[in-house]
């Protein structure tokens, strides 16, 4: 049997990541409450790009840094999903661009509810203060590590 392991005694990067994982769960199951139990972690790689942008398979093959093949295949996934479509380029016809459908922009708005409620469980059990510190904090471990442009920018990609 293995030894158990403190939280406090791991390092912040296991800890960072652990965290994550456990906020990503129970976002999960949030979002399965309100109806959208199909949406996965991996698709809002996808979804950051769809949220203001009408991009081809091809620009988005590009952003996420994936082959054309795997793009078209995480698309059509969320076309059978009904949280994306493809559809005509306002000026060419013949270029196919992704967009968020209705039930998209709901799934988005679940997620960012469901953020928001953990926010406030959080703060509730911390104190604003304490978290706004820890996320400041967050924010600042992030810039260290090149991370904030990406974020700014909605170009989360997936770890290789």
């Avoid at 949406?39 to 081809?56: C, E, K, M």
């Amino acid at each position: 049997m293995p030894h158990p392991v403190e939280p406090q005694q791991l390092d912040t990067a296991s800890l960072a990541l652990f965290v994550g994982l456990a906020a990503s769960d129970l976002i999960q199951e949030r979002m399965a409450a309100e109806g959208f139990g199909d949406a996965r972690f991996s698709h809002g790689y996808v979804f950051q790009h769809l949220i203001d942008d009408r991009p081809t398979v091809g620009e988005l093959a590009t952003a996420l840094d994936m082959t054309q093949q795997g793009a078209s295949k995480a698309v059509a996934e969320l076309e059978r999903l009904g949280y994306a479509e493809r559809v005509p380029d306002d000026r060419d016809a013949r270029v196919r661009r992704v967009r968020l459908t209705d039930r998209g922009h709901a799934a988005v708005n679940a997620a960012r509810a469901a953020r928001a409620a953990l926010d406030e469980r959080l703060a509730a059990r911390f104190g604003d203060r304490r978290l706004a510190e820890h996320r400041a904090l967050l924010a600042e471990v992030l810039d260290e590590l090149g991370g904030s442009d990406a974020v700014r920018r909605r170009d989360i990609r997936p770890p290789r």
